[in-house]
């Protein structure tokens, strides 16, 4: 008793004014009933305020009720926090629903759930997906939308409880729109924790406490606590009602509620090098923001060095069917470790906004003509307008806030990170101007060092004041608000001062900023439209445009069609590309530009097993050579470093890369074999060079820039192919099929082979493009021989006797029928091989592997699902390209139509983007085709504009249920040019810059004459 009355004294316990102080803090952020302190409220407070008195109920008892649950953030995955957990797991959040809500009809969105689900609302089942069961099906990409009853739904607190099962891999709610949709307006429940729980009781569906009690008010505070400010539910939350209108604007993106802390319904400004995702809502707004060049790491060495003794070993052990032991023989000896050196975030840019207790006619949209992303609200009377443009003439981000009436912009900003960066000096503030310095190094905490960094910020206020607040600034009562953010990296922190601070000059003594912005956003449009306005995609009709962007994805997962939406995520793709990789910057990498991490999935590397060049599939064909330039700067650095790996991994000549790389253009084998071991990353990249030469033309590219990559590699395969002893063929290895297995006869899992059939096909692609350069060229030299020899040697792909491609060497059985990667159609796309015209056979049975894989579950990542779209274009399958871009929007893009692989990868948007093109022109194989694979559903009417071909020619297509109208073909450069339509083919005469039109009569191409003079 005696230690009891110490702690008593000392303030352990609380004492009436802090007992006032929580209830206060409980009324003011609407947790307890709407009436408040009323009369009909005294008696339960009193006994709350007795019961903080003497000990008796405080909120550690509250936490206790929830000792056993832990905060998952939601969305995310759930081993996150429980670690590796398969099986069953509850999740469960308090949200506070105002009066007006009670009794009403709710709308769940409850996202994306790893794997099935069985939903409640105050203990009472509202829905749920998939099977809950060992064996059972899941339901992962399927978006939960749930109708809660009214007699369920009360004033105050309220409980979402769910009960998932995880059939393997991520668990928990991992993407996807998760709200509450009320009768005006909805609430956030997604970027804060969730309370998580493993394991499986149905008890935790319901309230602990009884659910009209103070206890579950306070139950629901203690929890809502964690959740940030104003968390009136786990992603923060206040009256909101969406415009009805669409905002003006031709290829948009457009929603009626705000991002809020959901990454993945931000939407993307970039300029190539600098870019941000725009996320928040009134309130609180935030740009979270990228520069290229933040990676973490150096050019470490990490080759094996004289690991090409054991080549010849391994090589002997696979002939003789010994793969495990050849296979744990080149694990041993030539892999190197997998290192997690990251590209990283550059900082947040966060604005808190007073003066914001409601919102109406909520919008925010992305204007993909114009490059622009912008929110616009009504609160208090006042209509608030913000936009946030990426420069590239300028090299900076810029930011404009204003309204309606004078005096009503009051807000608060600053620069953070979530570790490694600061302020490198304190806040500067001078009249209407302030300015922050902000940067570091990105690392893994005291591993791998890299890059230098640093952000600077000026902000300039028309009307009101600016003061330092501590690290922030804060401006009141300001007419507008204008901001300028450049930023640059360095591996030795050697800064371009035009890159950094440049910009900021001619920000000083602006006294009209709005008209400031308007000039300074001329110069931004007219550069992004002179790359976006080439091309232009019409499908169907515009009706469906007043429906917001996430609506119409939810329509099309309903199983309705809109083709228009199709024309707008493929110009979403081209307007990501010319955002991402413009000349003189990184390449796009797995997240384009955009990634939050600091240890990003993958890293945010360049894989070269396909998804670094899914990204630039789109380039060539959509009028975006230029930026196609970075990747061919990327190609040139990974040269220099493969020649010491084709040295010491292999005793070659030449260069090489493998599966991966990052910023520093390393090329060995990293990780495990069954990723790393495929020597045929750098041979792949090599078609693209081939490609940019195809489309425009440009010799002396093709002599200075890609003939000596092209001689290189041939001379590194030249040197590596080995002599098959069984055939007496030529064939690459030891290598893996990129991240595929088989299994042998005797039950063991390998993955390493001889002659795989994706290698075979792409050394047979390199020799071909190298001998057609050489002939461009005039090169006749013991190389190009060599190569030519070597060609006619190769071990060529095998139909097996089921009529499909084998993938290895041997009809091996596959350990996952279903797999992801179909390397073995390399030959049908991206290469040029195998044509309906010429080989016949192998379409045949490329399309019997096809339908193979998508049987056994084929198709499920983002980017294997736009390789499909590809692959049934080449096919001329126009039914099967409308149920891949279908599939793609519906299962596969996330509500801000980024691809979801899931998580976020950018490929998939490329891929899809080239897809669309390949569907209405293709000219792979000597042969322009126009049309080739229209499906039913866009054929009533469309027309597309600007798309080029392999043969220096641009082509523009108008057509009505399903005829040509229209073909314009404006050639580049002098031939005689076989163009198929259907099934009949015309052979034109094209002269250099005279445009020549084409009509189909019945089916049948006729030109239309000429009324050139």
Request: aromatic share 8%; with cysteine.
């Amino acid at each position: 008793m005696e230690a009891r009355s110490r702690h008593t004294r000392s303030g352990l316990f609380p004492s009436v004014g802090c007992a006032m102080q929580f209830l206060e803090r409980c009324h003011c952020q609407c947790i307890l009933p709407a009436g408040g302190f009323s009369m009909s409220n005294k008696p339960n407070i009193a006994t709350l305020m007795l019961a903080f008195l003497v000990g008796t109920f405080s909120p550690d008892l509250v936490s206790s009720m929830e000792q056993d649950w832990q905060s998952v953030p939601v969305p995310g995955r759930w081993e996150s926090v429980f670690g590796k957990h398969d099986g069953y797991a509850w999740l469960k959040a308090y949200v506070v629903l105002p009066k007006e809500w009670a009794g009403q009809e709710l709308t769940l969105h409850a996202g994306r759930i790893d794997d099935s689900d069985e939903t409640y609302f105050n203990g009472e089942k509202v829905g749920g997906k998939g099977v809950l069961a060992p064996g059972g099906r899941g339901a992962s990409n399927v978006d939960r939308v749930y109708s809660i009853p009214g007699r369920v739904v009360r004033e105050g607190a309220n409980l979402i409880s769910i009960r998932i099962y995880d059939i393997g891999g991520a668990g928990g709610i991992t993407g996807g729109t998760i709200l509450i949709k009320g009768p005006t307006s909805s609430i956030d429940l997604s970027g804060g924790t969730w309370l998580g729980r493993k394991g499986d009781d149905l008890a935790w569906k319901d309230w602990t406490v009884p659910v009209d009690s103070l206890q579950a008010t306070l139950l629901a505070r203690q929890y809502l606590m964690t959740q940030g400010e104003g968390a009136i539910a786990p992603g923060g939350g206040m009256p909101l009602s969406g415009h009805l209108q669409r905002p003006e604007g031709n290829q948009l993106l457009w929603y009626r509620f705000p991002a809020g802390k959901t990454w993945t319904e931000g939407l993307p400004v970039g300029n190539g090098r600098l870019g941000a995702m725009v996320l928040g809502g009134p309130r609180n707004w935030k740009l979270q923001m990228n520069e290229d060049g933040i990676w973490a790491g150096t050019p470490a060495d990490r080759v094996r060095h004289g690991a090409h003794q054991y080549l010849g070993e391994a090589r002997e052990l696979l002939f003789e069917g010994q793969v495990v032991e050849a296979q744990k023989l080149m694990q041993k000896q030539f892999m190197s470790a997998r290192w997690t050196r990251s590209y990283q975030t550059l900082a947040d840019l966060t604005f808190h906004q007073t003066g914001i207790s409601e919102a109406t006619n909520y919008r925010r949209w992305l204007d993909l003509d114009e490059a622009e992303v912008s929110e616009q609200f009504t609160s208090m009377g006042v209509t608030h307008r913000r936009r946030v443009i990426a420069s590239r003439p300028d090299e900076c981000l810029a930011v404009i806030l204003d309204a309606d009436r004078a005096g009503s912009i009051s807000i608060d900003l600053g620069l953070g990170r979530q570790t490694g960066a600061q302020l490198l000096e304190p806040t500067r503030i001078q009249g209407q101007q302030g300015w922050l310095r902000f940067g570091g190094r990105a690392s893994h905490g005291d591993q791998h060092p890299g890059s230098h960094f640093e952000c600077q910020l000026s902000v300039m206020a028309q009307g009101g004041s600016v003061r330092r607040n501590g690290n922030r600034i804060a401006i009141q009562g300001a007419d507008t608000v204008l901001l300028l953010v450049s930023a640059d990296s360095d591996p030795q922190g050697d800064f371009d001062p035009i890159r950094l601070t440049a910009v900021h000059g001619k920000l000083e003594e602006q006294q009209d900023l709005s008209g400031w912005y308007d000039s300074f956003r001329k110069r931004h449009v007219t550069d992004h439209s002179s790359l976006m306005g080439r091309v232009d995609l019409q499908l169907g009709t515009a009706e469906m445009r007043q429906l917001p962007t996430d609506e119409r994805i939810r329509s099309i997962r309903s199983g309705k069609e809109d083709v228009d939406l199709v024309a707008t995520f493929f110009q979403f793709g081209r307007y990501l590309q010319i955002a991402s990789s413009r000349p003189g910057c990184l390449p796009a990498n797995l997240q384009g530009l955009w990634s939050h991490h600091i240890s990003a999935p993958w890293n945010s590397d360049y894989h070269t097993n396909i998804n670094l060049q899914m990204n630039y599939w789109p380039a060539e064909v959509t009028n975006l050579a230029e930026c196609h330039e970075p990747l061919f700067d990327f190609i040139d650095a990974l040269v220099v470093r493969g020649q010491e790996t084709a040295r010491e991994l292999y005793d070659a000549p030449g260069w090489v890369a493998h599966h991966t790389s990052d910023v520093h253009a390393f090329t060995v084998p990293i990780g495990r074999t069954v990723w790393g071991l495929w020597p045929l990353g750098g041979a792949w990249l090599c078609r693209h060079l081939w490609e940019h030469y195809q489309f425009g033309g440009d010799e002396q590219f093709l002599r200075e820039r890609a003939w000596p990559v092209l001689r290189g590699a041939c001379q590194f395969f030249v040197a590596y192919l080995v002599e098959d002893p069984s055939t007496g063929k030529l064939v690459s290895g030891p290598s893996s099929s990129p991240e595929n297995a088989y299994r042998t006869p005797d039950g063991q899992v390998a993955d390493v082979g001889m002659g795989n059939a994706m290698d075979q096909q792409i050394i047979w692609d390199l020799f071909t493009m190298t001998l057609k350069s050489a002939e461009v060229l005039g090169i006749e030299d013991e190389l190009v021989s060599a190569i030519r020899t070597a060609r006619t040697k190769l071990a060529r792909p095998v139909i097996g006797d089921d009529g499909r491609i084998l993938e290895w060497s041997r009809p091996w059985e596959e350990v996952e029928p279903g797999h992801r990667h179909m390397s073995h159609l390399y030959a049908l796309h991206p290469g040029e091989e195998w044509t309906r015209e010429s080989s016949p056979e192998y379409i045949e049975a490329a399309r019997r592997s096809i339908d193979y894989r998508l049987a056994h579950g084929g198709g499920h990542t983002g980017w294997s699902r736009a390789w499909l779209l590809n692959f049934f274009a080449r096919l001329g399958d126009g039914e099967k390209v409308a149920e891949s871009i279908r599939l793609q929007l519906a299962k596969s893009t996330l509500p801000n139509l980024l691809d979801d692989h899931p998580p976020f990868q950018i490929d998939g948007n490329f891929g899809a983007t080239a897809g669309i093109a390949e569907a209405l022109v293709q000219s792979h194989g000597g042969v322009l085709r126009l049309l080739p694979a229209l499906p039913n559903s866009w054929a009533s009417r469309g027309k597309v504009t600007g798309l080029r071909t392999r043969f220096g020619v641009e082509v523009t297509l108008t057509w009505q249920k399903g005829q040509i109208i229209e073909a314009r073909l404006m050639p580049f450069r002098s031939q005689r040019l076989a163009v198929h339509y259907g099934s009949e083919s015309v052979e034109v005469d094209l002269v250099k810059d005279r445009e020549i039109v084409l009509t189909s009569i019945d089916g049948k191409l006729d030109r239309i004459p000429s009324t050139e003079q």
